[in-house]
């Protein structure tokens, strides 16, 4: 009865987290980042209090039993994952960082309008543990997320066109849907989105034979049309980071679709819905001329304006057509969807597509470096204007300066600092402690208060020092791997490896706040319980 209970009360929760949290605002924009922690943190700290008291009756009963079996979410340590343990030593360093920190009030609860001290920190943690323990899978949560977040965007999509469904105090263009700023949407995102995209790429059909077929349609269908929304949301956006984040999701969709013909396929017509919904956010603009508020230059309004989405439209729904006549010539009269000619055949395959991939990933990488360093040296010719290839400190808005100026800070921290922080969301802190740092930051950002490095990595340098950024870049990566791992079997856990690649990715140029950070933490704890009781999302 009481392992019942919890598992109604972690599903409760996260269907408020997953379904309520996005749209809760107190007066509009006003203090919002204020407003969505306090909604965030007192749910939390009301949940791990209700679930300690649940978990100690489990724990008293089954100890009182003598038996280990009543309780093992709770008390077989035979059962304690490699992931468990890196959440309890993030934890021990966030605490330790928070003890030695020089700005333990600022620690404690964050920077003010960001909040991502201790506090949350530490409860996200418990509740890692909790929803691992007590959560036992179901969709009701994937559907609930998916229906919110396609709301979110859908916000997005007429606040950006000026057609505003929600009266609000504050207007302006940098604030977005119900979120907060275009950063804050970004991040919520780059975590959200790829539920749909990998529902509808990776999504399992066993145990659907018994489906009527137009429900299988159906379903299919408003993962198309949530596809759509998303895409257009972050044309609509206007932050260039959006294209990172759509290069690491393709690329890690590609990399798993070649497993299988039906989802190599299927991640063709998702690149021609990409296109589809650039030409559709080009629509708009002329159907409401003038109505579109953000910055005409951007790189999201140029790519939009350009032939680009158009013309990889038109390809990627030739070879999805294609695929499609040679699948029905090959295996007529069999179930469709099967994967590649024979187990030897289709692992050389493979193989050699990922080396290709990674090859290709490596030398673009290395070839960008060296021509933005060369360029930001001594200047190339037809380069030397082009931001994408010039690195200083007004790269990416102001993002140069905020990652010299991390790298700065933690080169001139003491030993200890170095290895523990200067306390969780206390880089604002210590930064404007240093006459040096606080001047160059005051010359880019005049009076705007800088609270990271715009990368998340170098923010958790500077904040947790050098062991917290290796145990949570560990947790992170190691997830990834496992869950690649999984969805060889269970093609469910490929969504968990997506969500924390494209996450990662993003926040290179971007940070973890309380509307992306805790879903990314809540992902690896539904995706510890379906590896627990071997279920699927």
């Given at each position: 009865m009481a392992k019942k209970a919890g598992k109604l009360f972690v599903t409760a929760y996260l269907l408020l987290i997953f379904g309520i949290y996005p749209f809760y605002m107190r007066e509009g924009y006003v203090d919002i980042g204020r407003a969505k922690y306090e909604f965030f943190i007192y749910c939390s700290l009301a949940a791990l209090g209700i679930l300690a008291l649940i978990g100690v009756f489990v724990g008293c009963r089954a100890l009182a039993?003598?038996?280990?079996?009543?309780?093992?979410?709770?008390?077989?340590?035979?059962?304690?994952?490699?992931?468990?343990?890196?959440?309890?030593?993030?934890?021990?360093?966030?605490?330790?960082?928070?003890?030695?920190?020089?700005?333990?009030?600022?620690?404690?609860?964050?920077?003010?309008?960001?909040?991502?001290?201790?506090?949350?920190?530490?409860?996200?943690?418990?509740?890692?543990?909790?929803?691992?323990?007590?959560?036992?899978?179901?969709?009701?949560?994937?559907?609930?997320?998916?229906?919110?977040?396609?709301?979110?965007?859908?916000?997005?999509?007429?606040?950006?066109?000026?057609?505003?469904?929600?009266?609000?105090?504050?207007?302006?263009?940098?604030?977005?849907?119900?979120?907060?700023?275009?950063?804050?949407?970004?991040?919520?995102?780059?975590?959200?989105?790829?539920?749909?995209?990998?529902?509808?790429?990776?999504?399992?059909?066993?145990?659907?034979?018994?489906?009527?077929?137009?429900?299988v349609k159906a379903e299919r269908g408003l993962y198309i049309l949530y596809m759509i929304v998303g895409f257009m949301a972050g044309f609509c956006q206007g932050s260039s980071s959006i294209f990172l984040f759509y290069g690491a999701l393709f690329y890690l969709s590609l990399w798993i679709a070649v497993e299988n013909r039906k989802w190599l396929k299927d991640f063709f017509y998702l690149i021609f819905l990409w296109g589809v919904s650039a030409i559709l956010v080009r629509g708009i603009g002329f159907l409401?001329?003038?109505?579109?508020?953000?910055?005409?230059?951007?790189?999201?309004?140029?790519?939009?304006?350009?032939?680009?989405?158009?013309?990889?439209?038109?390809?990627?729904?030739?070879?999805?057509?294609?695929?499609?006549?040679?699948?029905?010539?090959?295996?007529?009269?069999?179930?469709?969807?099967?994967?590649?000619?024979?187990?030897?055949?289709?692992?050389?395959?493979?193989?050699?597509?990922?080396?290709?991939?990674?090859?290709?990933?490596?030398?673009?990488?290395?070839?960008?470096?060296?021509?933005?360093?060369?360029n930001t040296w001594m200047g190339i010719p037809g380069l030397s204007g082009r931001e994408e290839f010039l690195f200083n400190q007004a790269w990416g808005h102001g993002r140069g300066a905020a990652i010299y100026s991390a790298v700065q800070m933690y080169g001139r921290m003491p030993f200890l600092h170095k290895l523990l922080g200067v306390g969780p969301d206390c880089f604002s802190a210590y930064a404007y402690s240093l006459p040096e740092t606080a001047v160059m930051l005051r010359e880019n950002f005049g009076q705007n208060r800088l609270t990271n490095a715009h990368n998340e990595l170098l923010t958790c340098l500077v904040n947790t020092g050098i062991l917290g950024a290796a145990l949570y870049l560990s947790l992170l990566i190691y997830n990834v791997k496992k869950c690649m791992k999984k969805g060889e079997k269970n093609p469910s856990f490929y969504l968990f490896s997506v969500c924390i690649v494209?996450?990662?990715?993003?926040?290179?140029?971007?940070?973890?706040?309380?509307?992306?950070?805790?879903?990314?933490?809540?992902?690896?704890?539904?995706?510890?319980?379906?590896?627990?009781?071997?279920?699927?999302?």
């Open positions: 039993k003598g038996l280990r079996e009543h309780a093992p979410y709770l008390i077989d340590w035979d059962k304690v994952s490699m992931t468990d343990l890196l959440v309890l030593m993030y934890a021990a360093e966030i605490f330790l960082s928070f003890v030695m920190s020089d700005y333990r009030q600022e620690a404690l609860w964050g920077t003010e309008g960001w909040f991502m001290g201790t506090v949350l920190l530490l409860s996200l943690c418990g509740m890692y543990f909790f929803t691992s323990r007590f959560w036992e899978g179901g969709r009701a949560v994937r559907y609930t997320a998916l229906l919110a977040s396609g709301g979110v965007f859908v916000l997005g999509i007429l606040d950006r066109f000026s057609v505003y469904l929600i009266p609000l105090e504050i207007r302006q263009a940098s604030f977005i849907s119900t979120l907060g700023n275009i950063n804050w949407f970004c991040g919520y995102f780059s975590v959200l989105f790829p539920v749909g995209v990998c529902s509808f790429l990776f999504g399992e059909e066993k145990g659907r034979e018994n489906s009527r077929r137009w429900s409401l001329p003038g109505g579109y508020n953000y910055d005409r230059d951007s790189l999201c309004a140029r790519v939009i304006d350009s032939p680009l989405p158009f013309w990889a439209g038109i390809a990627a729904l030739g070879i999805y057509l294609f695929m499609g006549h040679r699948e029905k010539a090959e295996y007529s009269g069999r179930k469709q969807g099967t994967d590649w000619g024979g187990g030897a055949q289709k692992c050389r395959r493979v193989n050699t597509t990922h080396k290709i991939m990674a090859a290709f990933l490596v030398f673009g990488a290395a070839g960008w470096a060296v021509l933005t360093g060369i494209c996450y990662l990715v993003h926040n290179m140029v971007s940070f973890a706040q309380v509307l992306n950070f805790p879903f990314i933490i809540l992902l690896l704890a539904m995706g510890e319980a379906l590896h627990r009781h071997q279920r699927e999302f």
